[in-house]
C-alpha cells in the first residue's frame, strides 16, 4: 500500500500483488478498494496480479472540492493506468463499472479485458430505489465505516453521501452510440434483480461488438458477495480467452467468427 500522486492528488494504492497479467479493480460508489479486495484477492491472486486506488472522496483517499463526475474518475483512473506503466485488465462494480466503461472508450490502448458488474451506461437505466438516509442507524453505521478509514474523519461522510447522490441522478449520460465505439473484449455481469434494468442491461450488451453477458440468478446488485465463487470463475474464463468468441451456433457473433469449434465432450 502507498500514496501516489494522481492529477496532482495523493491517492491511496494496493500495488500489483500476485502472478500473472494484471487486474485492476474499481470499487463502486460510497465504498473503496477493500470491498473488492475482500471479493478477489484469495480467489484471483494465482492467475493475476491484483491493483486496486481508492478514488477521491472513497476509502483511504481525501475528498477535492466540487460535485462527483464519472468522466473526473476516469481521468483518475486513466492516470492511475499510466502509473503502472503496462496495460490492464480492468474489473468495475457499480459505479467502478461505469468508470470503466469510460477508459475503455477514451484510452482503449491501456486496457486488456473488461468486466462490468452491476453498472450503467445512462442514469434513467437505474430501477427506483428508497434514497439512502442522511440520517438515522443505516446512515451512522456508513458514516463510521466511512470515517474509520477516510483522512477527511467521520464528519466529512454526510458531505460524500449527498455528492454521490446528486451523481447518481444526474449520471453517467452515454448513448448505445458510444458504446459501440468500445474496441475492447467487455464481459457485463449483472443480478436478475439488480438496481440496474434488465433491458438497460442487454441494451449495454447489444451496443458493443466485443461484449459477452452474464445475467446471474438469485442475485442483487450484492451479487459479488452472493455468489463469489460463480462470479469469480466466469470473470476467470473471460480474462483467460484469447482471440474472439467461438460458439457452436452463432448469430450475433457470425460475422466475427471461424474456423472449426470443438467443444469440450
Known amino acids: 500500500m502507498a500514496l501516489v500522486t494522481l492529477n496532482n492528488h ?10 500473472g497479467p494484471v487486474v485492476t479493480l474499481l470499487h463502486g460508489g460510497m465504498s473503496d478498494s477493500a470491498s473488492m479486495l475482500r471479493r478477489f484477492d484469495s480467489r484471483l491472486s494465482n492467475d493475476f496480479a491484483l491493483t486496486a486506488f481508492d478514488r477521491r472522496g ?16 476516469a481521468d483518475e483512473t486513466i492516470a492511475f493506468l499510466e502509473w503502472l506503466g503496462r496495460p490492464s485488465h480492468v474489473i ?8 470503466a466503461l469510460l477508459v475503455a472508450r477514451r484510452r482503449p490502448d491501456l486496457l486488456g479485458r473488461v468486466v462490468v ?15 439512502f438516509p442522511l440520517e438515522g442507524p443505516d446512515f451512522e453505521a456508513w458514516a463510521a465505516d466511512y470515517g474509520a478509514v477516510s483522512p477527511d474523519g467521520i464528519e466529512h461522510a454526510r458531505v460524500v453521501v449527498a455528492k454521490a447522490l446528486a ?11 458510444d458504446l459501440s465505439e468500445i474496441s475492447v473484449p467487455v464481459l457485463v455481469i449483472a443480478g ?6 434488465l433491458a438497460h442491461t442487454c441494451a449495454m450488451y447489444e451496443a458493443m461488438s466485443h461484449a459477452q453477458l452474464a445475467v446471474l440468478p438469485a442475485s442483487s446488485h450484492a451479487l459479488l458477495k452472493e455468489h463469489p465463487g460463480l462470479s469469480v470463475r466466469i470473470i476467470r474464463r473471460f480474462l483467460n480467452e484469447t482471440g474472439p468468441v467461438r460458439t ?10 471461424s474456423g472449426n469449434f470443438q467443444p469440450d465432450l
Open 10 to 19: 495523493p491517492t491511496w494504492v494496493r500495488r500489483p500483488r500476485g502472478h
Open 58 to 73: 472513497h476509502g483511504r483517499t481525501s475528498d477535492t472540492p466540487g460535485a462527483f463526475h464519472y468522466e473526473d474518475m
Open 92 to 99: 468495475g462494480h457499480s459505479d467502478g463499472g461505469v468508470v
Open 117 to 131: 458488474v452491476g453498472a450503467n451506461f445512462h442514469h434513467e437505466g437505474l430501477v427506483p430505489t428508497p434514497p
Open 167 to 177: 451523481l447518481f441522478e444526474s449520471e453517467p449520460t452515454l448513448r448505445a452510440a
Open 192 to 197: 436478475d434483480d439488480d438496481v440496474v434494468s
Open 248 to 257: 457452436l451456433m452463432p448469430l450475433r457473433r457470425a460475422g466475427t467468427q
